[in-house]
């Protein structure tokens, strides 16, 4: 029966998805209703949970769950970024072949890194497909297709991630995440998926030759398998039944290879060579036995290469009197490489849904963002040039008191737009409004100001205190740094500031500008009687009213609420343009992989404003026109009129209830929008306050773990030994003080890797020192490949041979050297060895083949 190694899963504990990702979107996404997410967040936290009781399940149905939860990880990732400085959500988890217990595991990682989770997940996606193909029935056909599938995805994913896991974890990983550990992780299930190939080939009654082919691609496999799992820094990793199957593998796929090898030379009438391949595959068998011990089982193979070999031997002694020649005369065995690592999919599941699809990637919403800045800038821009020029001219029409001038030629009334405009200014609310205004905007200066400043202040008092820390703990305070995580914070709370501080400028000159005209606002909100008896009379002389010029400012002054009119209109379309960039920004992510968003927003800005910027230049080009004509009539206008002193007097009050009036539309709208972009002001601060409270909570927990820890390192610290007492201390009869015994190193446990497989004690510590051997004393480390001596004192040395590291001999021993004798793969030299063709893998454990002919 078939047995494949199976990769454990890495465990994880429970994390809150809910509140992290729910703030992210309200302070990041505003325009986001809660409906939309709030659902969204609940089912994305959920399929997390059900993805950690499911991976208990050695069933497909788990391994849906783990790929489902890795696709929706990946369609976040430019959505919702997870990481120290955003999203902080700290994901734990230990080291898949850690030895100590699910509670107690020592080998484990924090990180607040979607990435990581990333990684973590698709290693245990591959883990699971090596689970579920570990139990699958092998001696069906399905069983074996559906194990060879999930072997070879899991290589390719083993192989993926030895790629990339350094660029997405950023610091030192567990031993299951190294790179070496990822590589001889896939080349083992590369190696086990070319196995389940080789047996589907074999219950298919393929052809000896393809047979062949496929079996020594198996033993080739295992062969760098074996090279990669006995690096120094892996051997200790590996569950204890790994290496010996693997080396074991090694062996009996070789010999498998061999013994369809001379099924051919048979069939080709070529009984030497048959003889030769049988011999050789016996050996191999040999070999796997010794090294596999209890986790051999080819013993079905075994025994066939035995029966063959004898059926061979006595019909060639008896008929065919074929010469048998050396094994390493044969050609070299060909390779069927059938099994390929599976490349990473840009899915694993097919229907896959993404639970935050109404929420666009964080490129597309930046590129918004911007746009959206840069149409602002326009809309501003050409709306602060109308508001400039009509201010202009509503100051210049002040100043010649027109039209009012127009209405009144007699002086005895009271000009008819001047009450109209008194009643206007009362229906708003008047001087008493704007006054209230005024009154609110320090309050919620006031109110932001304290807000940011309280923001700032958290901020820097986190970074105060992990400076502090790592200044008193140096090296052994290993987390991130805080003016790493908080500069995206302390520039938007910068920005924050600089903004305050210019409304505070502005608010300056509104105060300036209501003051110089708080007068003429207060008649204007007086009522209608009073307002006329403010105004003196005067005589104007000789009636003009149908005087030329008179004709012809009237006529003006409508050309100037014909212009004010259209910018009125202008000024809304400007506002209410509306423009659909999501779908271009996301069409050009998909189809350019990034977003040229300058080039795609003044492209769109041009087309939907070129008009209106020009009907903006048209409009301030009509009023030069219009106010050189009006100067030039209204001079005339006055010659034609008598002037007194009452008469200027009265003109003078005109023109500044004309500009009161204009500086209170102006007032009134500035305050209103002060007004609404402190309160708009105060949710965003808000925001930022409590992405800050939630980053400097964090940073607490955090610190707090990492204090405890440290104080338990402290704790566990030796003082150092004691000194020795002196003399009058000693008790009687010279007795000496002798440390406990718990104190004395300890040898490490001796790993069996079967019988006749001998390893000598290899102490684990490197401080631990040596035992001293006499000289030419030998000891042999199958799996460390040390050399302490050069054999024991009156062994017989083969002519020729050589010592190699990792090989023991026993006293007295006489290792036999057969004629023509060939290095095994990875085998250390045997005394006068020849090296197996074009390859050797230093180290690999590899158990002698006693009273064994030459083998390959």
């Known amino acids: ?39 969204a967040i609940n ?71 979607g990435s990581y989770e990333k990684v973590c997940v698709l290693f245990n996606i591959a ?75 074999s219950a298919d009654k393929m052809k000896d030759a393809v047979l062949a082919k496929v079996a020594f691609q198996c033993s080739e496999l295992y062969a760098d398998t074996m090279k990669l799992m006995q690096l120094q820094t892996l051997r200790d990793l590996w569950p204890k039944e790994w290496l010996p199957t693997v080396v074991m593998k090694q062996a009996a796929f070789h010999g498998i290879a061999e013994f369809h090898q001379s099924c051919v030379s048979q069939q080709s009438k070529s009984y030497g060579e048959q003889i030769s391949r049988l011999k050789h595959a016996n050996e191999l068998m040999t070999a796997a036995v010794q090294r596999g011990g209890a986790y051999f089982n080819f013993k079905n193979e075994h025994g066939k290469i035995q029966k063959e070999l004898l059926a061979a031997q006595k019909d060639n002694d008896f008929i065919y ?37 109404k929420i666009v990637p964080i490129p597309v919403y930046e590129a918004l963002n911007a746009f959206e800045s840069r149409k602002a800038h326009i809309v501003n821009m050409e709306v602060g040039r109308l508001r400039e020029q009509t201010t202009l001219m509503n100051g210049l029409l002040a100043s010649l008191n027109l039209p009012a001038a127009l209405e009144d030629l007699t002086g005895t009334q009271t000009p008819q737009s001047l009450i109209e405009k008194g009643q206007q200014i009362k229906s708003m609310g008047g001087i008493q409004y704007l006054e209230t205004l005024m009154n609110d905007l320090p309050t919620l200066l006031q109110r932001n100001r304290e807000i940011l400043n309280e923001s700032i202040k958290l901020l820097d008092d986190e970074e105060k205190s992990d400076h502090q820390l790592r200044e008193q703990f140096k090296e052994r305070w290993t987390r991130t740094p805080s003016e790493n995580l908080t500069k995206p914070m302390k520039d938007e709370a910068m920005k924050y500031k600089t903004i305050l501080d210019t409304a505070i400028n502005a608010d300056k000159i509104i105060q300036d500008k209501y003051n110089s005209h708080k007068n003429a606002i207060t008649l204007l909100s007086k009522p209608a009687g009073e307002l006329e008896k403010a105004v003196p009379t005067a005589s104007l002389g000789s009636s003009v009213t149908s005087s030329p010029e008179v004709m012809e400012l009237r006529k003006m002054m409508a050309d100037v609420d014909a212009i004010k009119a259209e910018r009125e209109v202008v000024e ?37 404003y070129g008009q209106l910027r020009q009907q903006v230049n048209e409009s301030c080009q009509r009023q030069d026109a219009l106010i050189a004509r009006i100067q030039e009539a209204n001079a005339k206008f006055c010659q034609a009129k008598a002037s007194s002193q009452s008469a200027a007097k009265r003109e003078q009050l005109l023109k500044d209830l004309a500009s009161g009036f204009d500086m209170y539309m102006e007032l009134k709208s500035n305050l209103e929008e002060g007004t609404k ?54 008790p009687p009869g010279g007795a000496t003080y002798q440390p406990p015994a718990s104190s004395q190193p300890q040898q490490p446990p001796q790993q069996n890797y079967g019988a006749g497989y001998y390893q000598a004690p290899y102490p684990q510590n490197p401080s631990f020192p040596m035992p001293q051997m006499p000289a030419g004393y030998n000891t042999y480390n199958p799996l460390m490949g040390s050399t302490y001596g050069q054999g024991y004192p009156g062994q017989q040395q083969n002519p020729g041979q050589q010592q190699y590291p990792g090989q023991q001999q026993y006293p007295g021993q006489q290792q036999q050297q057969f004629p023509g004798q060939q290095q095994y793969p990875g085998q250390q030299p045997y005394p006068g060895q020849q090296p197996y063709p074009g390859q050797q893998y230093p180290g690999y454990p590899s158990a002698p083949y006693p009273q064994t002919t030459q083998w390959r």
């Open 1 to 39: 029966m078939a047995t494949f190694l199976a990769v454990p899963l890495k465990q994880t504990n429970e994390v809150d998805l809910v509140k992290p990702l729910r703030s992210f979107i309200q302070s990041t996404f505003s325009n986001a209703e809660p409906d939309e997410y709030n659902q």
């Open 43 to 113: 089912e994305f936290h959920k399929l997390r949970n059900l993805m950690i009781t499911k991976s208990v399940d050695k069933h497909e149905s788990s391994l849906e769950v783990l790929q489902r939860y890795y696709d929706q990880l990946v369609a976040i990732e430019n959505k919702l970024p997870i990481a120290e400085n955003q999203i902080r959500i700290n994901f734990k988890w230990r080291d898949a072949f850690d030895k100590e217990s699910f509670f107690s595991g020592k080998r484990t990682l924090v990180i607040a890194s």
């Open 127 to 201: 883990a699971q497909g090596t689970q579920i193909a570990e139990v699958h029935n092998h001696d069906s056909d399905e069983g074996l297709k559906a194990t060879a599938k999930y072997l070879q995805q899991a290589s390719g994913i083993y192989g993926h991630l030895k790629d990339v896991v350094l660029s997405h974890v950023q610091q030192d990983p567990t031993p299951d995440l190294a790179p070496d550990t990822l590589h001889a992780l896939s080349a083992l299930m590369l190696a086990q998926a070319q196995e389940s190939f080789f047996r589907k080939a």
């Open 321 to 357: 009197h074929d010469k048998v020649p050396d094994i390493r005369s044969l050609p070299t065995l060909g390779k069927a490489a059938i099994a390929k690592p599976t490349p990473l999919p840009a899915r694993f599941t097919e229907r896959f849904t993404d639970l935050f699809e």
């Open 572 to 608: 809304k379309e400007l506002k209410e343009t509306v423009f659909d960039m999501s779908s271009k920004f996301m069409s050009a992510m998909a189809s350019e992989g990034l977003i040229n968003e300058e080039t795609i927003s003044c492209s769109e800005l041009d087309r939907g």
């Open 677 to 730: 972009f402190y309160n708009d002001l105060t949710p965003l601060l808000v925001r930022l306050q409590n992405k800050i409270s939630d980053f400097c909570f964090a940073r607490k927990t955090e610190k707090d773990e990492l204090m405890a820890d440290l104080q338990r390192s402290i704790a566990r610290q030796p003082t150092g030994p004691a000194p020795p007492p002196p003399t009058y201390q000693q």
